[in-house]
């Protein structure tokens, strides 16, 4: 394993847990963290960038520890890809119960808003605590 990448496999596992962390606390005080999507949207490029740098070792002919370390490598990407159409899904659901939004009144536009963001965050929460356990596999089988 090439040094940078074992420190970007360290950058996704810090990127992940920090917004994950910061992710449940705002989710269980009820509040949007505008913080929350900064720190998810920085995970998830440093998920790209260690997938494309693992790929690319491969592609150079450096070979993997194992065949469960690109699992576990690669698996992180494709949960940052499920978790953001399962975030789409799940604002759908949210607007599915209200017949016309522009028929609400501001405050209850507002308190839809709030209910979309804190599912949305949510879901991608769960997504970058996933990302982390994968990660943590994928550095243990990688040494």
Known sequence: MSGLH?????????????????????????TASRAFWYLLRGAQIVVVAQVLLGLSLIATGRSAPDGLHIVYGVSPLVIALVTEAMRVGASQRELEEVDDVHALERDEQVALARRMVKREMGVMTVGVLMIVTLALRAYVTGR
Do not use: E, H, T
């Open 6 to 30: 074992a420190l970007l496999g360290l950058g996704v596992l810090g990127a992940n847990l920090l917004a994950g962390i910061w992710g449940a606390i705002a989710w269980v005080r009820d």
